[in-house]
């Protein structure tokens, strides 16, 4: 005998979420469809509108877990020692997100709805956060600089994201995030006058 799916609160709405990063994986934020979702999940929209409001509260939940991956894996990356130096762990972490989440970075950076949620905004502070310690922490950094070459490379991201997305395949972003990273570390290189 099957037993009847009970589906409790707290995992709905993970599932769901699981289920609109799928689709926002596949298509951005223009992919995203509570009817697809409610589908995917067993459930009913109106199920789905108990946790969130709307679209956009949809949206941001998406992009707040983007963000909150980003600075695990930034951490674990600097963590990990892989990597000589703490920047190199960092950006390579940022990087390989961005190749294997192309429309879900480009949502979490260029959603326009998202732009103004103070929860979005918080959630990449702590991502940059992150970031910020690294570069700090890494020796090549002078430390009155670590805030301004965080801040840039962080810029840049949005860059990197649409250079990484079009590329054809998977090899060639990979030899594209490594040359990026090779010119990062060529920038912080300290090199004597002369």
Request: overall charge positive; aromatic content about 6%; hydrophobic content about 45%.
């Amino acid at each position: 005998m099957t037993r009847p799916k009970i589906a409790i609160a707290g995992t709905l709405r993970r599932r769901a979420l699981d289920a609109a990063r799928g689709l926002v994986g596949k298509g951005g934020a223009e992919a995203l469809q509570l009817r697809l979702i409610a589908a995917e999940v067993g459930s009913g929209v109106a199920s789905l509108y108990y946790h969130f409001a709307n679209k956009d509260a949809l949206l941001a939940a998406v992009a707040i877990d983007g963000w909150g991956e980003l600075t695990q894996k930034i951490e674990r990356a600097r963590a990990s020692g892989r990597f000589p130096h703490q920047i190199d762990a960092a950006s390579a972490a940022l990087l390989s997100f961005i190749r294997r989440n192309p429309h879900l970075y480009a949502l979490m950076q260029t959603e326009p709805s998202l732009s103004g949620n103070l929860a979005v905004r918080a959630a990449e502070q702590q991502a940059l956060e992150a970031f910020q310690s690294a570069v700090r922490d890494d020796d090549r950094t002078p430390p009155d600089q670590a805030e301004d070459i965080a801040l840039v490379f962080w810029v840049l991201g949005r860059g990197i994201a649409s250079a990484v997305h079009r590329q054809e395949d998977t090899a060639s972003a990979e030899r594209l995030e490594q040359a990026v990273l090779r010119g990062f570390a060529f920038l912080l290189s300290r090199r004597p006058a002369g």
